[in-house]
């Protein structure tokens, strides 16, 4: 199918990055429907977004929420589509698949199945059983119809979207997280308790990890133990050459590491202003409690993602509005902390963040999804 054209005003894909960063803003705002009645949120808190995905042509963005539904919308209209309630089982970690009309979604209620979803007529193709415990991550690959998924068992499944059957399974402590490189032929897997990311190659994931990166030296120079420190999110840049670590850590923020070796490339740095950060503004991390009764323990899938030429992370700045952008290619201090290059205003805070991978545009989430566009009146 041709990609569509990006929207009056829109930037074309060919733009560069660099030339608009600094000048996105929110451009459009959607409410969120309330929670139904049979929702795990007290009848006070309000609905919020809890996972954000593109589909690969960057027309159509998916949401889930604590409302219990999964909501579409066209980038290419600037309009909701529909909504899709699940509130049998509840959403979150939805992702499109490499089809735009089928999805997959991690219950939130009763046994912790994976959901394969058409789109079109809102019928089940398939359920993923296997994992005993909620799922943290689920991670699409890149090149194929094969996803992992993580989860508080202990486990990380692969599968294939043809078959209800696991096509391997790893045994690791506590492996909330997870994601393919840009080729799809590494898999990183990180385990916050023992403060390690593991590499496997995913031809031969039954094999022993042929790298391991140990954080825990990081420990000794914070406050923050393997224990408190939380981990929110991992993904690879588009050049392979990066991992992004997300965390709402105080400080050290977001780790920023080289994806061959695993050294700490850049400490990104949260605003100074949102210094210490506000616990009851932060998302929980992967695997807590799933009882939702505060802000702080609504889930999300990290607030803070990588521009698509790999270049720029954009993210929250902890506090209770605005967006911030670092620049990967930038200098950091003698400690490695990188301070952000720009602040982007918004009135909220920003629960998750997802960046186009095909058009220059953001989109943020909290309590509203908001799409970020390039303002050709704001001065660079």
Not at 177 to 196: E, M, N
């Amino acid at each position: 199918m041709a990609v569509l054209p990006p929207p009056s005003g829109n930037p074309q894909p060919t733009q560069k990055t660099s030339d608009i960063i600094t000048t996105l803003r929110p451009t459009k705002l959607f409410k969120i429907p309330k929670a139904s009645s049979s929702s795990v949120l007290p009848p006070t808190t309000p609905p919020h977004i809890t996972s954000l995905s593109f589909d690969d042509s960057g027309e159509y963005l998916l949401t889930s929420s604590t409302a219990e539904s999964l909501d579409l919308y066209s980038t290419h209209t600037g309009k909701h589509l529909k909504t899709l309630l699940s509130q049998k089982y509840g959403a979150h970690l939805a992702r499109f698949t490499h089809h735009s009309q089928s999805i997959l979604y991690a219950s939130t209620k009763g046994d912790p199945i994976i959901r394969y979803l058409s789109t079109h007529d809102n019928q089940y193709l398939r359920y993923f059983k296997a994992h005993t415990a909620p799922v943290t991550t689920i991670a699409l690959s890149p090149s194929s119809d094969s996803f992992l998924s993580c989860s508080t068992d202990n486990t990380v499944r692969l599968w294939s979207l043809s078959s209800p059957t696991p096509q391997g399974r790893l045994n690791l402590t506590t492996p909330t997280l997870a994601a393919y490189d840009p080729s799809a032929t590494v898999i990183a897997i990180a385990s916050p308790p023992t403060s390690s990311i593991l590499l496997y190659d995913s031809r031969n994931y039954d094999k022993a990890p042929f790298a391991t990166f140990d954080l825990g030296h990081l420990d000794s120079t914070t406050t923050a133990s393997p224990q408190t420190r939380s981990w929110t999110s991992l993904s690879f840049s588009n050049d392979g050459k990066s991992l992004l670590l997300t965390t709402t850590t105080p400080h050290p923020s977001h780790l920023l590491l080289d994806a061959f070796s695993g050294v700490v490339k850049a400490f990104l740095a949260r605003p100074p202003k949102h210094l210490p950060l506000d616990p009851s503004l932060q998302r929980a991390v992967p695997g807590s409690p799933p009882t939702i009764n505060n802000n702080n323990n609504i889930p999300g899938q990290g607030d803070a993602c990588f521009s698509a030429d790999g270049r720029y992370i954009v993210g929250a700045s902890g506090g209770d509005r605005d967006a911030v952008v670092w620049d990967s290619q930038a200098s950091t201090d003698a400690e490695k902390n990188l301070a952000p290059m720009a602040t982007l205003p918004w009135k909220s805070k920003l629960g998750v963040v997802e960046w186009n991978p095909r058009f220059n545009m953001l989109a943020s989430a909290d309590k509203e999804v908001v799409f970020w566009l390039p303002d050709e009146h704001v001065a660079r």
